[in-house]
């Protein structure tokens, strides 16, 4: 109190010395500010530094606001006293005397109202009083706002203490990965300097195996050629058993036979020395057989006999009585079906029953009706995904090739698998049925395909040629002929009686994905992993046709019976159908996945099978 009335009387002592002029003229109207008025500080507890800079503030502001007033106003602070009343009720209030201040007003009004006292008798409460109060006020809060600071302090104490430790526990863990990690550099470093010692015995045992490899397969092929010399010998072994004459063949060229009265002593002897050296040629040779028979080990038993081919084949001759080719633009989706949890790969038709036999990417085949899609028979046991799938031509047992380089045969009475083919090093593509039943055919991913004799349970010969993986094979029906596919973007032709290969098509620009035969077996049609589709002439051995559906993968063909109209499964999520009549191709469109295969059904029905484990079915709207 005492410092502010210095600072009042310096002012006043400061404005004595000041001399104002009339000319000044001063516009501006200037507040009054009373006595009472003090100026609150602001809680900002999250903060202490910037608290403490507005208390600086707020308490310079204060002094320039009282030097203001004391510059302004006529009339001091001390000079606007508080009423004596007015401070005893206030003071009341401020304690909770509630009943003492209603004695005191009580009293007081009735001693003004009595004309006792007056209000001017009372007088007015002392400047200091006042002071004192307003200063107890601005302590009290300055102490609450102190506390305030101080949690806030304590707080960031806290956090900052907390902050520190997880720094030193992050660097302490960043110090034990830099040591970690130079360590296993260390390791790298040791595990390339022990490798590079190695390497060039690794390099060496490399050319060792591809030496290996080699050999093997020279050695099949040998194999192979002497046990097909071994099956001729055994075949002329037992027709000699029998008491079957070979025939000398005749010479070609030039009839020089005479008739039989103009025979002479000469010729006779010559004739008779022929004969004596055909019999010792005859009898050396039964002695040979004998011997590569007791070398090689007896011929089995049960192999099956090849087929011969014929000039008429059974039921081909009625592709021809089949109707007209059905317009592909007249195919409409009728029903979906959900038969497996995984992309469908395959599907084959049942030779006598409306059923149908399907194979997916979740290890397992399915039997259902057609066309209401009812599961009849589940098989598993292959371990890897199902690549193809065939019926006997008996309707009995089915084939199934899968992933895991395995051939499977699956009786359906038994509903288990009987038999199990294994050769193929690697994954099998495909499987086919030969039309007599005695016959399996299997493609592989290892660049071969492989001829497989149900009957005596082996492999009768290994199609070696294609420089690539054999995707598809397919036996012509009803002859000695099979047809793969390979993606080296050639088609094949194979003798199946010898196991060499009669003719290559070329054509393709991009891996060859499928190959089939027409009903007739007169046209061939492939495709390719550039959507391209080629129809090929059986008997000219040229292509006739050529149509481009890409640029998505083809992945399968299918002929109508009639022969008329292929369809093509496009991964594009389309089945697109050939018209070859009109040369009209169409695009039925279903679900939008890509279309694994496709398959007609009957005279009105295509199949189509996709990567979501359903089996479209389309049916000819008449």
């Known amino acids: ?137 601005e302590n009290l809060s300055l102490k609450k706002d102190l506390e305030t600071y101080k949690q806030s302090v304590i707080k960031t104490e806290e956090a900052l203490q907390k902050m520190q430790r997880e720094r030193d526990f992050h660097r302490m863990h960043h110090n034990r990965v830099v040591q970690e990690k130079n360590r296993l550099i260390s390791d790298m470093k040791r595990l390339k300097a ?45 027709s000699l058993e029998s008491g079957y004459t070979k025939q000398i063949p005749e010479t070609k060229g030039h009839d020089c036979t005479r008739k039989k009265g103009f025979e002479g002593p000469t010729q006779k002897a010559l004739r008779e020395a022929r004969q004596q050296k055909f019999f010792v040629v005859a009898s050396s040779s039964c002695d040979a057989d004998e011997d590569a028979v007791k070398k090689m080990g007896r011929k089995d038993l049960k192999d099956s006999e090849f087929p011969v081919d014929a000039e008429g084949i059974p039921d081909l001759e009625q592709a021809k009585e089949q109707l007209q080719p059905l317009k592909p633009v007249q195919y409409q989706l009728s029903s979906i079906l959900k038969v497996h949890d995984f992309a469908v790969s395959c599907l084959a038709l049942h030779p006598r029953k409306k059923i149908v036999l399907s194979g997916g990417d979740d290890r397992l085949w399915k039997t259902w009706g057609f066309p209401d899609g009812n599961i009849l028979l589940t098989g598993e046991g292959h371990t890897d995904y199902l690549s193809g799938c065939c019926f006997r031509p008996s309707g009995t047992q089915l084939v199934t090739s899968s992933g895991d380089s395995t051939v499977r045969i699956w009786e359906l009475w038994r509903r288990g698998c009987v038999l199990t083919l294994r050769g193929h090093s690697r994954a099998v593509r495909g499987c086919s049925w030969h039309s ?76 060859c994905n499928h190959a089939t035969f027409n009903k007739k077996g007169d046209t061939i049609a492939s495709c390719d992993s550039s959507g391209v589709m080629k129809l090929w002439d059986m008997r000219k051995l040229l292509p006739v046709l050529s149509i481009d559906a890409g640029p998505h993968p083809a992945n399968q063909v ?23 009549a009109v040369g009209q191709l169409s695009i039925l469109r279903g679900p939008g996945v890509e279309v694994r295969c496709v398959r007609f059904h009957s005279q009105e029905h295509l199949l189509s099978a996709g990567a979501d484990g359903r089996v479209c079915i389309w049916t000819w709207a008449q």
């Open 1 to 137: 109190m005492a410092e502010e009335e210095d600072t009042v009387s310096e002012a006043a002592f400061s404005l004595q010395n000041v001399t104002i002029t009339d000319e000044i003229k001063d516009d501006y109207q200037y507040e009054e500010v009373s006595a009472d008025d003090d100026t609150s500080l602001h809680e900002d507890d999250e903060d202490l530094s910037k608290a403490l800079q507005t208390i600086q503030e707020q308490t310079k502001d204060a002094q320039v606001l009282a030097l203001q007033s004391v510059l302004t106003s006529g009339k001091s602070v001390a000079e606007i006293p508080q009423a004596m009343d007015d401070f005893f009720c206030n003071f009341l209030v401020r304690l909770g005397m509630s009943r003492t201040l209603d004695c005191f007003q009580t009293e007081w009004y009735e001693l003004i109202e009595r004309g006792v006292i007056t209000v001017e008798d009372a007088g007015l409460v002392p400047d200091v009083y006042t002071r004192n109060q307003q200063l107890e006020t």
């Open 194 to 238: 022990h490798y590079a010692s190695y390497e060039p015995v690794l390099k060496q045992l490399s050319e060792k195996y591809q030496n290996s490899l080699t050999q093997k397969m020279l050695t099949s092929l040998e194999r192979d050629k002497a046990m097909g010399q071994v099956t001729g010998l055994q075949a002329a072994l037992e």
């Open 436 to 511: 007599c039943g005695d016959f399996v055919a299997s493609a592989s991913t290892d660049g071969t395909a492989k001829i497989w004799d149900v009957n005596s349970e082996r492999c009768r010969y290994t199609l070696r040629g294609h420089e690539d993986s054999v995707n598809s094979i397919e036996f012509l029906p009803f002859s000695s002929t099979a047809l793969t596919s390979s993606a080296d973007k050639t088609l094949s032709l194979w003798d199946v009686r010898t196991g060499l290969r009669v003719y290559t098509f070329q054509g393709h620009v991009h891996p």
């Open 558 to 580: 299918s002929f109508h019976r009639s022969g008329g109209l292929v369809a093509l499964a496009s991964s594009e999520g389309s089945v697109k159908v050939l018209c070859l």
